[in-house]
């Protein structure tokens, strides 16, 4: 509940230096569905069902937060127009590995491309069935509670270095076919840069964030929270979330330097909330 109210608080300040204007759908929908779960959960806790509370209590949090982060993302570009893509690139060049080999090599393998495309999409079905798994399948609240913890101190580091050092995408950078509709990012962000942006909604909501990556991000943090499982489920999860962050450059437009800053400010936002709870490396 902290880091929600710390991006409130922090979405609250920007919104009167912005130019952009939000559809109200994107508040209100959001606010009854989170009412009705809060509701719900009362509802819960007294009949002591603590598995139902937490996995309300879990989807609660994760909507609200990921609702002002989606508009958040989108006050920032404005107030630092100057985008990093030649920067990031000459990074990815000097470690010899670039995104555009990584994508060339990539679309010359049949049908691997298309793989990877299906897996970076997945991640929308991998981040939302997180609460049912981890509250109704391994009936862990504790533990579900310190990943939604990471996920979004996480999120908070993502935006402030995405402040600092906007940038578009490699496809757009380095005139690489646009098979993934990145396009419609790079449009978002010059908008926004020139003050040209019309009315944030639902329906044209984009993920902005180039660097640090956030799907790897999150997909190092789930896991990361497999840790504790079977020695074959944390296997799995280790090859899903090197797929994931082969599927950032290819899909997503990543730079390769993007990789490693979502993996930066994944153990960053872990470190940090352990701190901050008192937990040892071993718990």
Same mark, same amino acid.
């Given at each position: 509940?902290?880091? *929600? #109210?710390? $991006?409130?608080?922090?979405? =609250? %300040?920007?919104?009167?230096?912005?130019?952009?204007?939000?559809?109200?759908?994107?508040?209100?929908?959001?606010?009854?569905?989170?009412?009705?779960?809060?509701?719900?959960?009362?509802?819960?806790?007294?009949?002591?069902?603590?598995?139902? *509370? #937490?996995? $309300?209590?879990?989807?609660? =949090? %994760?909507i609200a937060f990921s609702t002002v982060y989606a508009v958040t993302q989108y006050l920032l570009p404005e107030h630092n127009p100057d985008f990093w893509d030649a920067d990031f690139a000459g990074f990815d060049q000097r470690l010899g590995l670039t995104s555009a080999a990584i994508v060339e090599w990539t679309r010359s393998v049949p049908h691997l491309d298309m793989i990877l495309a299906k897996i970076y999409y997945a991640f929308f079905f991998h981040f939302a069935l997180y609460i049912p798994y981890a509250a109704g399948v391994r009936r862990d609240p504790w533990r579900m509670y310190e990943t939604l913890a990471n996920m979004c101190v996480c999120a908070i580091f993502g935006l402030v270095l995405f402040a600092v050092f906007p940038a578009k995408n490699a496809i757009f950078f380095y005139g690489i076919e646009d098979i993934h509709f990145t396009g419609l990012l790079v449009e978002h962000l010059d908008q926004l840069s020139k003050h040209r942006f019309g009315t944030l909604t639902p329906a044209n909501a984009q993920g902005l964030i180039q660097f640090p990556s956030f799907h790897v991000a999150i997909a190092v943090l789930l896991c990361w929270d497999l840790r504790y499982e079977r020695r074959v489920v944390l296997v799995l999860g280790v090859i899903w979330t090197l797929l994931m962050a082969w599927s950032a450059i290819t899909t997503g437009g990543h730079y390769v330097i993007d990789i490693w800053g979502g993996v930066g400010i994944a153990v960053a936002a872990v470190a940090f909330v352990r701190w901050l709870s008192g937990s040892k490396p071993q718990d």
């Open positions: 509940m902290a880091a *929600v #109210a710390v $991006l409130v608080l922090g979405t =609250l %300040l920007l919104f009167p230096l912005s130019h952009i204007q939000v559809e109200l759908g994107f508040f209100w929908k959001v606010s009854v569905g989170v009412g009705v779960m809060q509701l719900l959960a009362v509802r819960y806790r007294r009949q002591e069902e603590w598995t139902l *509370v #937490a996995a $309300l209590d879990g989807a609660s =949090l %994760l």
